[in-house]
Each structure stands twice: as C-alpha cells, then as structure tokens.
C-alpha cells in the first residue's frame, strides 16, 4: 500500500502519458524546443567559426592571423571576396563540421597549459601544427578548398602559363589542392619536408 | 653574294670531312633572311639549382620531377621574374639599384655544313651600378649540351649554376665558378660554353666538374657591335670541335641556353636564358637550317 503513495520517479513522470496536456500542445512545445534548442546549438556552433572567436586568442592573433592578414590573397584580392579561418580550416557539412569541432576541444587544453602561448612556443611547434594541418586537408581532399574552387571550373586559358601546366599536371595526376598550396595564407614553416610545397 | 660563296663552302666543308678540323672559312649568312626566336634573358637573383629541385621554395620542382622544363611555364613570364628579383622583392638579398629585370634578345642561327653562326642581338637597357667587370660593358656566353646530363633537357643552365659558387650569398671560395654534378668531359657530361666580351676577347670552354674558359677548338669568331643603343654579336662556331666542344650534327637537337653580363656585371649578377633546344636542320625553340 505504501508504495502507492510514493510520489513517482522523475523518469517514470516521463514515461507516464500525460492526462492534462493535449497532444498538440504537446507537439507544438517539442517542436518549439527543438527549434530552439537546435537553432540555439547551431548560432553557439557558428559563432565558434566567426573570425573574432579565432583571433579571441592571443595564440591566433599574433601569429597565424597576422601573417594572414599582412597581403595573402584570401584576406585582401581585386573583387573583395575573403576567406577568413573557418573558411578554409572547418569544414561546411555538418558532419564533417562537428568531428572538426570536437577535434578542436584538445586546442582548448592546449591554450589552458599555454603550449603556444609565447612566439618561441609558436615556432617551435609551427612545424608540427602545419603538418598536422596538411593531413588533415589532403584526406579529405581538400575539402575547404573545394567549397570555392574546383579543378573542373577552371578556366585554365585565362591562368599564366606555370598555373596552367601546374593545374593540368594536378589533373593528370589526381593531385588535391593542398599538395601544392602550402603556406599561401600563413608563412611556411621552418624544416619542411622538400617534399612538402 | 651568297650564292657567289657557296662553292667555297661546299669544297670546305668537304675538306674538313676529308681531313678532320681543318680551319674552317667564315661566312656569316645573311641575317635579313634567317628568321628570330624571341627569347627575354632576365636576372635571376639567387635561384641555383638548390634553390629550383626544392620543393618548399619552388612550387615548379614538382613540375620539374615530372619532367616539365622551366620554359613550359615560365618562358612568357620572364620579364615579370626578372623585375621581382631585380627589385629585391624575391631571391635577392642585395639588389643593384637601376638594374634591368629583362632583356629581350633575338637569336637566329643557320649553318653552311661546316660552321654554326649564331646571333644574338639586342636593345641596350638602362644601367650605370658600380663596375664589376671594369674592363667589360658588355658579355655574352651561350652553352650547349648534347643531352647527357640529367635535367639538362629541363633546366638548362641551372645544372650548373649552384649555390656555393663565387658570388652567391653561401658561396665561400672565390675560386669556385660554375659546375656540372658528376661533370666529367670523358663522360660527355659536360656544357660546352662560348663567350664573347665587349673588350674583344673570344673563349672557348666547357663547364663539366669545374669551368674551363679556353682550350676548346670549335670557335671560329665573336664579333660584336653596338650600332645606336643596339648590340649585335655573332658566333661562328665549327659543327665538330674537340674535347670539351659539343658536336653537332644534322637532325638533332641540343641543349641551348645563354646569358648577358650587362651593364660592366661580373659573377652571378648577369641576365640568363631559361633552357631551349638548339635544332640543327631540324625545329628546335632556335633552329639552325642549312643555308
């Protein structure tokens, strides 16, 4: 008798159809939550891929973004378009995004025990980060890259001769973006690889 | 007058196959008729062989190792290379102020079966640096190889052109010029080098595991002129030739490249060619036909 008294577990209030709300209220309160939950994930997710958010960090700000915004062609070009860091460095897709994004949560630990948090730290390690980098775009056959250029696109009669050959030679040789361009948005690191290019 | 001469040259091209390297008779052919490749010479900085094979300074090196050669991407672009380096914007850590960053030369070529003539002619850039070469306005050399060294095919003269020569900011013997890795003239891994100086001095070499400027038996005659602001120098060279001289023969082609030393320029601070092919009797980026 005593455990029909008892107040009910806050799992089993759950599980127990409701006896006061209709069902479309129902409905309509989930999919009002959802939406918000949902939406509310989402503008948290790309507020973490705004420039501001990446160079909120000391560690970005002077060195990365700084050699990015000196005269690199995807912070300042004749029609204007720029690239800024998750354009290139997170992928568009959803999936894709949130791996990246989890991924990333280690650069928190990093920053927290200061890895790079002094110029030397930074090029010391530049070497590193880059390769990890180039890894990371050439398995996905430079996703990033490809979410503005392909090679199909192309028009290569209107390329200088040396990226014509260079893109047709990529073609032929089932090349990816990366492969070739290293170190156009941020200097290249000191100790590459001669392969690397 | 060609055709007036024409005999003489018959009869001694017969004789120096008859007999060997009897010396051979001069005659230039007539320049009006030979048609000109356009080549621009522009200055290369610090750009040696080093610097072209790596990868992380070079983004061509992959193109290279697939065997592209330098003029398959750049031969239109020369002019714009020579001015970032000329400027010190790129691979120039000490730039001479009022340096040309190119000049374009025409070079036409023919032959009489027994001599090769080559001209090059050009417009005189603006200059005035300092004097390096005081004795000197003026030098032209041009090179060939008979595609036995690695890349030469590629790179023209950049097989020789390394980082520890004279001149060159990691070079630390003032002796050391040009060379060919594994040069070795019995192996035939060797270019054969002319030059020509404004002083009027001709030589006659070859660059194989070091630079020798004289010695070679193939050169006839350097002449050169400046008529207004327009230079013109002419080669007469012997198709066959001795050691260290690259023979040359009907139907095949050659490595060619060449370089100006302008404005009283010595060491590495010259103009060069990327590398072209040489045809004798046969279409090359310089073809030499039989006149």
Known sequence: MNNKTEAPGWFARLRRPSSHWSVLTLLLVGVVAGVVLWGGFNTVVEATNKESFCIGCHEMRDNVYKEYSENTIHYTNRTGVRAVCADCHVPKEWGPKMLRKIQASRELWGKMVGTIDTREKFEAKRLTLAEREWARMKANDSLECRNCHTLASMDTEKQKPRARKSHELAVKNNETCIDCHKGIAHHKPKGMKEDDE | ?291
């Open chain 2, 1 to 291: 007058m060609s055709h007036i001469l024409h005999p003489t040259r018959i009869a001694v091209a017969a004789a120096a196959l008859a007999f060997g390297a009897l010396p051979a008779f001069a005659a230039a052919p007539d320049w009006g008729k030979v048609p000109a490749a356009k080549i621009t010479v522009f200055y290369p900085g610090v750009s040696p062989i080093e610097w072209i094979t790596k990868g992380s300074e070079h983004g061509g090196a992959r193109a290279l190792r697939k065997g592209e050669t330098c003029a398959s991407c750049h031969h239109d672009e020369t002019a714009d290379m020579g001015k970032k380096m000329a400027t010190g914007q790129k691979l120039e850590p000490s730039p001479i102020k009022g340096k040309a960053g190119s000049i374009p030369v025409q070079v036409q070529a023919a032959h009489d079966g027994a001599n090769l003539y080559v001209r090059f002619s050009w417009k005189q850039p603006a200059g005035g640096a300092d004097k390096m070469d005081k004795d000197n306005a003026v030098k032209l050399a041009f090179m060939l190889e008979d595609n036995k060294i690695p890349g030469a095919n590629l790179s023209g003269c950049w097989e020789t052109c390394h980082s520890d020569a004279r001149t060159m900011p990691e070079g630390k013997d003032d002796k050391k010029t040009k060379y060919v890795k594994d040069g070795s003239v019995a192996g035939g891994k060797y270019y054969d080098i002319v030059q020509w100086t404004s002083k009027g001095a001709k030589h006659d070499g070859y660059i194989a595991d070091k630079r020798v400027m004289d010695g070679g038996k193939a050169l006839v005659d350097a002449k050169g002129e400046k008529k207004g602001d327009e230079w013109s120098v002419v080669f007469t060279r012997k198709l066959a030739g001795g050691e260290g001289d690259v023979a040359l023969a009907s139907g095949k082609t050659y490595n060619f490249g060449f370089a100006i030393h302008d404005d009283h320029s010595a060491g590495r601070y010259h103009h060069v060619s990327l590398g072209y092919q040489l045809g004798i009797d046969t279409k090359g980026d310089v073809t030499a036909n039989k006149q």
